[in-house]
């Protein structure tokens, strides 16, 4: 249990922190992807016999590649369809070919987050060191390419490099995430807390470390709930990410309200 | 504060320029100089070419075929003719930037993004920054939106914040593609009296492009005309005229002056349809004109 929430609240930073930059992007759409297509990886590592994580990895990076290579001036969705389309064909034969597949499958769908063992804690860690410290690194370029889009940098050296490795982030940050939260809910976990967060405060970094408290709040309620009711981690942390945003946006309206009011009167 | 070029010090050239994009020619052997401290408007109408000029000036299309050189001094000269070769001093205020309501930026960060934005690593409070961020933004007026989120400005209001975003890294020239789009009357004429206030103060050069000069001639120390990829440059009396015009656009036209206002138009034997469609004016009777 104790190393299940230590590889959980990990992940949790990390989809906090990549998820961030994924929604200020507007690349959600990625997001919900890479995912999905680490599902096939995992499900060809189950027919090989290879670790699953191996198979996340390689599959989440090379639908990284591909999308940050098929995709044209910053517009990565037509990409971004085509490689999810490849991967789900992909992982679908890879399941019919494989004989013991429906529990496997669906703690990959909706995450298995109790059955995490002490192995995956030492690569989880290097993976979150690795992730956090490139977002410090890329966080202003990032951030000013959200803002101005190609204009941010007018005679253009770092683009494609900038978006490519941000994509090959948002493939390790999935390649943690989706043995605990699964395919289908890594998404709730790396869109809900940041589109919370940038309705709670209108300061760039503060909303970044946010968008992580939020999303160690899901994950840590969601693991005990689903520990005490024994119902899969991914339907709360589903249905948490989803009200983390809902909430976020009643308050920002809210305060909306009454500053407008302030105004008038 | 790197050293502010003196004034009339050249800060652009642009030499015999030529571009092809998909096999048309673009722009035909275009040459000006932009000053230090000088207003220069980049006037055509659309299609001209202007955003492909403000692109190579930029450093992001190679010319065919002559050269750009952007610098602010002796020592400082670099050329900007290829995409790996670049000009560091260039402020540049894009065409259209439409900003997301949600993004959790305010205008303070945007400027200090200009400061630093480029950089690696993550940004640690400094006093000094904060200062040179604040004097800028009341240097275009924006100092008490200081604190707005980016998402809520109107247009005019966003233009002077993109405005002390391109200028706070102190450039020695400023492009501006097209700023006065989309802006009501009122914003627009702010935002002319601004550019014009700071390229006496701080010593930047400005280069503006519009389709439409009127809003620009109070303030225009140099125009570059463009049209149909050809340019002619000087004062606005030397270069709007009847016979420089019809030559640019190669055929006849037609130069009013109504009033304080400027209006090109294409002459009785002017353009057809097909004609207009490469970016020339529209004959009389159909040109739209602005009330001041």
Same mark, same amino acid.
């Given at each position: 249990m104790v190393d299940t929430l230590w590889v959980a609240t990990l992940v949790a930073m990390v989809a906090g922190a990549v998820g961030f930059f994924t929604v200020l992007r507007g690349s959600t759409f990625v997001a919900h992807a890479l995912p999905q297509t680490a599902f096939a990886g995992a499900a060809g590592a189950a027919l090989l016999g290879a670790d699953p994580l191996l198979g996340i990895g390689t599959f989440a990076v090379a639908s990284a590649l591909g999308v940050g290579w098929l995709s044209r001036r910053g517009r990565s969705d037509v990409a971004t369809a085509l490689v999810l389309v490849l991967m789900l064909g992909l992982g679908g034969l890879f399941l019919a070919l494989s004989a013991q597949y429906s529990s496997q499958v669906y703690s990959l769908l909706f995450g298995e987050v109790l059955g995490v063992s002490t192995t995956q804690l030492g690569p989880t860690a290097g993976l979150t060191a690795g992730s956090l410290v490139a977002l410090a690194l890329l966080g202003r370029p990032l951030l000013l390419e959200a803002v101005?889009?190609?204009?941010?940098d007018p005679r253009g050296r770092h683009r494609r490099w900038l978006e490519g490795a941000f994509l090959v982030l948002v493939a390790v940050a999935t390649t943690m995430s989706v043995p605990v939260v699964g395919a289908l809910l890594m998404f709730s976990l790396m869109v809900g807390p940041p589109a919370a967060a940038r309705h709670l405060t209108d300061r760039p970094w503060r909303a970044l470390l946010l968008s992580m408290g939020l999303a160690l709040a899901t994950v840590w309620a969601s693991v005990a709930a689903a520990y005490l009711s024994n119902w899969p981690v991914g339907f709360y942390v589903g249905v948490l990410g989803a009200g983390v945003y809902g909430t976020g946006r009643l308050w920002a309206a809210r305060r909306r309200r009454r500053r407008g009011a302030h105004l008038a009167g | 504060m790197p050293p502010v070029p003196a004034r009339g010090a050249q800060v652009l050239s642009v030499e015999g320029v030529h571009v092809w994009l998909s096999g048309r020619?673009?722009? +035909?052997d275009v040459g000006f100089e932009v000053r230090a401290g000088e207003f220069t408007g980049l006037i055509g109408p659309n299609g001209a070419g202007k955003t492909t000029l403000l692109r190579v000036i930029l450093g992001l299309e190679p010319p065919a075929q002559g050269r750009v050189i952007v610098g602010g001094g002796p020592g400082a000269t670099s050329e900007g003719a290829g995409p790996g070769r670049t000009a560091e001093r260039v402020g540049y205020v894009p065409q259209k930037v439409v900003v997301d309501p949600d993004l959790p930026l305010r205008a303070r960060d945007l400027v200090s993004l200009g400061l !630093? &934005? +480029?950089?690696l690593g993550i940004p640690l409070r400094n006093r000094g920054r904060r200062q040179k961020v604040d004097a800028m933004l009341e240097a275009v007026d924006a100092g008490r939106l200081? !604190?707005?989120?980016? &998402?809520?400005?109107s247009g005019g209001e966003l233009q002077r914040v993109l405005i002390a975003h391109a200028l706070v890294s102190d450039p020695a020239l400023l492009l501006l593609d097209e700023?006065?789009?989309?802006?009501d009357l009122r914003s627009e004429h702010e935002v002319v009296a601004l550019l014009a206030r700071l390229t006496g103060e701080r010593g930047v050069a400005v280069l503006l492009s519009a389709h439409d000069m009127n809003p620009l001639l109070p303030v225009m120390d140099r125009i570059v005309y463009l049209a149909a990829g050809r340019a002619a440059s000087g004062g606005t009396d030397e270069v709007v005229r009847e016979e420089v015009l019809s030559e640019l656009y190669g055929h006849q036209v037609d130069v009013l002056h109504v009033r304080d206002r400027i209006l090109v138009v294409a002459g009785p034997h002017g353009p057809r349809e097909a004609d207009q469609a490469a970016g020339l004016p529209e004959p009389p009777g159909r040109t739209r004109s602005r009330g001041v």
């Open positions: 101005l889009g190609a204009a941010a | 020619e673009v722009l +035909h !630093d &934005g +480029h950089r200081a !604190d707005a989120r980016i &998402g809520t400005l700023p006065l789009a989309n802006l």
